[in-house]
């Protein structure tokens, strides 16, 4: 198994992961009538979005994806440019109703990698779990002291559980600091 490319969230001019959520209404491609294939290893649900927050509200601003049928419709206007993986939707600005809690993270600590599924919170140096309601930002917390507190633990006990486990765990965007 290989780590996973995971969303990206630009907020307050920096680039973050999102690496937890906790609500409904995030970006999938099949809400497009798009049915994605993994584009690799580190893609298995077969798209990637990267989403933004301007005025205190979220837009998805792009997605890149794979369709086996190569079915690409246009999104809010927008039609897919292709790329070497598939489709690219590029500069949707697209509004997203998303309601519940993000987490980002930054700023990445290579020695904590963990070669399968997403990163947890332990292993970056900054995290952050913002709140929405109807796609409008309600809070955003600071988490980075936390998940210093906790650094390494994930990587520590990952090699101590059944391979299932294992990667039920590694494929978690649930919101334990881990």
């Given amino acids: 198994m290989?780590?996973?490319?995971p969303d990206s969230v630009l907020y307050r001019d920096e680039q973050y992961d999102?690496?937890?959520?906790?609500?409904?209404g995030l970006v999938t491609a099949e809400q497009f009538g798009i049915e994605p294939e993994p584009v690799d290893t580190s893609c298995?649900?077969?798209?990637?979005?990267?989403?933004?927050?301007?005025?205190?509200?979220?837009?998805?601003?792009?997605?890149?994806v794979r369709s086996g049928k190569q079915d690409y419709p246009t999104i809010a206007g927008v039609p897919a440019s292709p790329d070497d993986l598939g489709a690219v939707y590029e500069s949707l600005q697209l509004p997203v109703d998303f309601t519940g809690k993000i987490r980002l993270a930054r700023d990445f600590i290579r020695q904590y990698y963990?070669?399968?599924?997403?990163?947890?919170?332990?292993?970056?140096?900054?995290?952050?779990?913002?709140?929405?309601?109807?796609?409008?930002?309600?809070?955003?917390?600071?988490?980075?002291?936390?998940?210093?507190?906790?650094?390494?633990?994930?990587?520590?006990?990952?090699g101590d559980k059944e391979?299932?486990?294992?990667?039920?765990?590694?494929?978690?965007?649930?919101?334990?600091l881990k």
């Fill in 114 to 158: 963990v070669h399968m599924g997403f990163q947890k919170a332990s292993a970056y140096r900054e995290v952050l779990d913002l709140t929405f309601s109807g796609g409008v930002l309600q809070c955003a917390c600071d988490r980075s002291e936390e998940a210093e507190s906790i650094r390494g633990q994930f990587r520590a006990a990952y």
């Fill in 163 to 176: 391979l299932m486990e294992r990667i039920a765990d590694a494929f978690s965007l649930d919101m334990d």
């Fill in 44 to 64: 298995w649900r077969g798209f990637v979005c990267i989403y933004r927050i301007r005025e205190n509200k979220l837009f998805l601003q792009q997605m890149e």
């Fill in 18 to 24: 999102l690496i937890g959520r906790r609500g409904g």
């Fill in 2 to 5: 290989t780590a996973q490319v």
